[in-house]
């Protein structure tokens, strides 16, 4: 949940930057429903990179498993 609300977060902020510099960021509501929506079509990749990047911090890549 952690990576997942950190890329939610990063995603965001990406979008965000995109509709600031196509001009599209003047009205509050829209911006919010074009993130929600990204947001929203995204959440099965967002789910599974932090899932990709959770295991990464706790499984390491073994070499001597693989001569065996």
């Given at each position: 949940m952690y990576?997942?609300?950190?890329l939610g977060v990063a995603i965001s902020i990406a979008v965000y930057v995109v509709l600031l510099l196509l001009g599209?960021?003047?009205?509050l509501l829209r911006v919010f429903f074009i993130i929600c929506g990204t947001l929203i079509a995204l959440m099965p990749y967002i789910n599974a990179l932090s899932k990709v990047i959770w295991a990464g911090f706790f499984f390491k890549y073994d070499t001597n498993t693989l001569e065996k």
């Amino acid at each position: 949940m952690y990576v997942s609300y950190g890329l939610g977060v990063a995603i965001s902020i990406a979008v965000y930057v995109v509709l600031l510099l196509l001009g599209w960021a003047n009205q509050l509501l829209r911006v919010f429903f074009i993130i929600c929506g990204t947001l929203i079509a995204l959440m099965p990749y967002i789910n599974a990179l932090s899932k990709v990047i959770w295991a990464g911090f706790f499984f390491k890549y073994d070499t001597n498993t693989l001569e065996k």
